[in-house]
């Protein structure tokens, strides 16, 4: 059986930000957009959240809430920082740590033969290096796959730990509802819901072949493990980015083109920064926008070789949008790059080139 450890930090950019200005300590303080505009909150302190604030609430909302709540602006590079201090910590236990965002990771500690070999007391000595290192605090779960090390991370924040034993699992899937498990993001949710399954228990008695049909073989598949408590996904050490891409939400919707599209340029200018600086090249763009409605498209173009260049996406881009519906106003648009190549391919065509 696999000893799997998920770590995650309480309330990571507050407390980063509390950490760093006492002024911020021990008040309601959200970290996150204009509280003027359309922002929305990125983190909220435990002290906000007890006005009921979440994260992806607007700052509108969020203020009215708390009226006296501190709102501050993101500074990611700390966050960075942080976030690169920890995977340190991780790595002296097993090169195996998948980190998932700046703020959590699972390690594949199987073969860690330090501390007996207990993965308890290596979650802790974890916890501890941490706070000692950084001055703040994680949770941490422990079990044998990364499904319920992560359920188990969740249960005992802040500063926290939950081992979750095998005798266990199953009252507890049961017991949850199916938002928290990880993968069931808000429209397979609420297809769900529309089934009449809201908890673990009720998924579990699903077929499989309802899932399938729902969702596809390998979602349909994965939703049906989980539910009983079987997760077969290994801790990837080198998590392979498939996407990098920008987007932007505008402070009021917008009609005229081009407004839009000098919008779209800049993203695609970032975009492609954001590639280079990975020294990757892309065979794919993809444009997304949202319209004032709220309802969502997005169009993408595969190119033989990759872009050369952003203005040349950015063509691609264009050819894009004017492909896209335009009766209602625009309220977000964002590019992405996929498809990768290593760069080789720019100088030497691969034989799928040459031949196509
Ligand atoms: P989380 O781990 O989800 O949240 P958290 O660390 O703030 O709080 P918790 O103690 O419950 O773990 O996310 C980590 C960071 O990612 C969070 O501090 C801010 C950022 N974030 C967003 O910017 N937007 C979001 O919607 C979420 C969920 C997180
Ligand atoms: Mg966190």
């Not at 500074?75 to 976030?83: E, K, L, M």
């Not at 500690?109 to 605090?137: C, K, P, W």
């Not at 309802?210 to 994965?222: E, M, N, S």
Request: charged letters at 20%; a neutral charge.
């Amino acid at each position: 059986m696999r000893k799997i450890i998920h770590i995650d930090m309480d309330a990571f950019f507050a407390s980063v930000e509390q950490r760093d200005n006492p002024a911020l300590r021990g008040k309601p303080l959200i970290v996150g957009g204009d509280p003027n505009g359309r922002g929305v909150v990125s983190t909220a302190s435990y002290e906000a959240r007890q006005y009921g604030i979440r994260s992806a609430m607007s700052c509108y909302e969020a203020k009215k809430r708390c009226p006296h709540a501190i709102f501050v602006r993101p500074r990611f590079d700390a966050y960075r920082a942080v976030s690169a201090q920890v995977q340190a910590i991780m790595r002296t236990l097993t090169p195996i740590v998948e980190p998932l965002s700046l703020d959590e990771a699972y390690l594949d500690v199987t073969d860690t033969h330090l501390y007996q070999g207990s993965a308890t007391l290596m979650a802790n000595h974890l916890r501890q290096a941490i706070f000692d290192t950084t001055g703040l605090t994680a949770s941490a779960g422990v079990s044998y796959n990364k499904m319920l090390a992560k359920i188990a991370s969740d249960i005992n924040k802040p500063n926290g730990i939950t081992v979750i034993v095998p005798e266990y699992v199953q009252a507890l899937i049961d017991s949850l509802p199916i938002e928290r498990f990880h993968g069931i993001g808000k429209s397979s949710s609420a297809k769900l819901h529309d089934l009449g399954i809201h908890t673990g228990l009720q998924l579990r008695k699903t077929e499989l072949s309802t899932l399938v049909d729902l969702f596809g073989q390998k979602r349909g598949q994965y939703y049906y493990d989980i539910a009983h408590g079987i997760d077969h996904r290994p801790v990837q050490a080198e998590r392979i980015r498939k996407s990098i891409g920008t987007e932007i939400t505008f402070g009021e919707n917008i009609s005229q083109d081009e407004i839009i599209l000098a919008k779209i340029h800049e993203q695609t200018l970032d975009a492609y920064d954001a590639l280079k600086a990975r020294s990757l090249t892309a065979h794919t763009i993809t444009l997304k926008v949202k319209y004032a409605d709220f309802s969502q498209i997005t169009r993408s173009h595969t190119h033989k070789l990759p872009f050369e260049s952003a203005e040349q996406a950015y063509q691609w881009a264009v050819q894009l949008f004017q492909q896209i519906d335009r009766t209602l106003a625009i309220r977000l648009v964002g590019v992405t790059f996929s498809n990768f190549g290593t760069g080789d391919d720019l100088s030497q065509p691969s034989l799928f080139d040459v031949l196509d």
